[in-house]
């Protein structure tokens, strides 16, 4: 089975500043993985995601990603953050030959000016 | 492109009420629709995964008679909270996948049901 921990529920930090929004799996198969936001009262929208190849996955509004496989980790970052970048922010796995996402409990980042 | 369309995107309802959620593929063609739960402050949790021309497959712990939900087109699927009551108010959310196995999950924005 395959499992998804997000152990920051909340990180404030200041508007220019680096964030990283740690994700950690478990799976006993070859997994994708895909980083979600939130914006409130909103759907989910893709960040970006992990299928195969580059283990550095770029994605959208600056943010990016390393798949470690050795450390089960698929965590977020961005170099500056903005304002506009407070949302909830979801990691999710599938395993390779399923289409079943399991989610992670979320990391609520607060930009502060 | 890849976009994916909720209607409504909110809804307050009497209990005993039955109430329709559609999802809509715009743009593509989607051989799977999932649809998801989330409570306040917390993650999505998968209700049940539907393929055009067939039946759902429901999680554990899902009633499939309360959670009613048909695909009848690559860019229609519907779910239908029969006889609702307050503990079914939530954030219902669903995703549409072009291709089966591994492939991206686009999300609607979600409908809040209010059930009084």
């Known amino acids: 089975a395959q499992s998804v921990t997000q152990l920051d529920s909340q990180v404030p930090v200041f508007e220019e500043a680096p964030v990283e929004l740690r994700c950690n799996y478990s799976s006993s198969v070859s997994v994708y993985l895909f980083w979600y936001v939130q914006y409130p009262n909103q759907g989910l929208q893709l960040l970006l995601k992990y299928l195969s190849g580059s283990t550095l996955v770029k994605g959208i509004n600056g943010f990016e990603a390393e798949f470690n496989k050795s450390q089960t980790s698929f965590h977020l970052r961005k170099p500056s953050v903005h304002i506009s970048d407070t949302a909830e922010y979801f990691c999710a796995v599938s395993g390779s030959g399923t289409d079943k996402l399991i989610f992670g409990t979320g990391t609520r980042l607060q930009v502060f000016p | 492109g890849a976009v994916v369309s909720q209607h409504p995107s909110r809804v307050i309802c009497k209990s005993g009420t039955s109430v329709k959620i559609e999802c809509r593929s715009l743009?593509?063609?989607?051989?799977?629709m999932f649809w998801y739960r989330q409570f306040p402050k917390q993650s999505l949790m998968l209700m049940a995964t539907?393929?055009?021309?067939?039946?759902?497959?429901?999680e554990q712990g899902v009633e499939k008679d309360k959670f009613l939900i048909n695909h009848a087109s690559l860019t229609l699927s519907t779910l239908t909270v029969a006889s609702a009551h307050p503990e079914d108010s939530s954030f219902y959310i669903c995703?549409?996948?072009?291709?089966?196995?591994?492939?991206?999950?686009?999300f609607g924005p979600g409908t809040r049901l209010t059930v009084l």
């Open positions: 995703s549409a996948q072009m291709v089966a196995g591994g492939d991206t999950q686009y």
């Open positions: 743009d593509f063609q989607a051989t799977t």
């Open positions: 539907s393929n055009e021309g067939s039946k759902a497959t429901y």
